[in-house]
């Protein structure tokens, strides 16, 4: 079955860079778009990045912008979210997410980031 491992979180002070990777396996159809969301405590899920087949196209959650970078490589089916200037509020589980090329969608388990202040 499709599996997503997430890797890379983590805690880290105010200001500090983390790299989260997602890896993915057992998929038959090609890949689309990749993304990353997030999920803080008592709150909704909420995208962060994403990125389209080729690269060409990524779109950014504004609370990100100028800080995360998101990039993928198709030869090895992972997605990265490059995050610097980190900040408390960035604080939350960081979810994988991939649409496969029919439509379908597949969640990785989620992997903890901390800022602290």
């Known amino acids: 079955q499709v599996q997503l491992v997430e890797s890379g979180g983590g805690v880290v002070q105010t200001g500090g860079s983390l790299r989260l990777s997602c890896a993915v396996s057992?998929?038959?159809?090609?890949?689309?778009?990749m993304g990353w969301y997030r999920q803080a405590p008592g709150k909704q899920r909420e995208l962060v990045a994403s990125?389209?087949?080729?690269?060409?196209?990524?779109t950014y959650a504004d609370f990100v912008k100028g800080r995360f970078t998101i990039s993928r490589d198709n030869a090895k089916n992972t997605v990265y979210l490059q995050m610097n200037s980190l900040k408390p509020e960035d604080t939350a589980v960081y979810y994988c997410n991939i649409r496969s090329k029919l439509g379908t969608p597949y969640w990785g388990q989620g992997t903890q980031v901390t800022a602290s202040s």
């Open positions: 990125i389209t087949t080729n690269g060409n196209s990524r």
């Open positions: 057992g998929i038959m159809f090609s890949i689309n778009d």
